[in-house]
């Protein structure tokens, strides 16, 4: 039985330096398609994967929720899986990505994370995300949401928001259906942790959990994180 066509949605920003090694890593498969999203890059991105012969759309100042929603909407595959750049799949991922969908009442699915670093701070990170995921079955972007497209057309896709696009999306497909976690992990980059430290990143990550839950704008939310960043760069 022929395997269903997954389309791999990679959204990207000013991703020059590491597009075309993501994207080597993920031509061996015929029965794939990758689509890369760019959302304005003033580097080399677009160019750099245009090269690689992928489809490539741009949307110019949107956001990463639109961005996914662009390359879904184009997407001529079954399944849909949304990667970010710096993460890598295993490599039998397409098989794990079908089989983990054909389980009873799972609409949706994502891998366990391992992340590229040797500080033992990082294995924190990845048993606090091991014990998330399975104990209230809440992946992140991070850890390569999948998902057949007829759900996603039907959930309306990811929500047009600045901020926490991948956890809102996740509590309204956890009422639809279970999400199951593949028998294998993602690889993803250190880099968003380095750049504030993994203890000062995660602690910013749950006052935006907190704000959010408690209501507060996912524009405020966004701004608080943007600034985060700012002064970090500022200071350095």
Not at 93 to 115: K, M, R, W, Y
Not at 186 to 199: F, N, P
Request: glycine residues 8%; contains cysteine; aromatic residues 8%.
């Amino acid at each position: 039985m022929a395997k269903d066509i997954i389309s791999i949605i990679i959204p990207v920003l000013n991703e020059a330096a590491i597009i075309q090694t993501t994207l080597r890593g993920l031509q061996r498969d015929s029965a794939l398609e990758i689509i890369v999203v760019d959302g304005g890059s003033v580097d080399e991105t677009v160019t750099l994967a245009q090269q690689m012969g992928v489809r490539v759309i741009s949307l110019v100042g949107r956001g990463r929720a639109a961005q996914m929603n662009a390359g879904a909407n184009i997407a001529q595959g079954e399944i849909l899986l949304f990667l970010h750049i710096d993460t890598q799949l295993p490599p039998d991922f397409d098989d794990l990505v079908s089989n983990t969908l054909e389980q009873p009442d799972v609409i949706a699915g994502a891998f366990e994370l391992t992340i590229d670093g040797a500080e033992r701070s990082l294995r924190w990170i990845e048993m606090l995300v091991k014990m998330r995921s399975h104990l209230f079955s809440l992946p992140y972007g991070d850890q390569a949401i999948f998902i057949t497209k007829q759900v996603f057309k039907d959930m309306g896709g990811y929500s047009d928001l600045p901020i926490m696009e991948d956890f809102e999306f996740i509590k309204r497909l956890k009422r639809q259906g279970k999400i199951a976690l593949a028998p294998g992990a993602v690889t993803t980059s250190s880099r968003r942790w380095q750049k504030l430290g993994v203890w000062k990143t995660t602690l910013i990550n749950q006052l935006i959990i907190i704000g959010y839950y408690l209501g507060v704008s996912p524009t405020k939310l966004s701004n608080f994180y943007r600034s985060q960043k700012c002064n970090k760069n500022h200071s350095s």
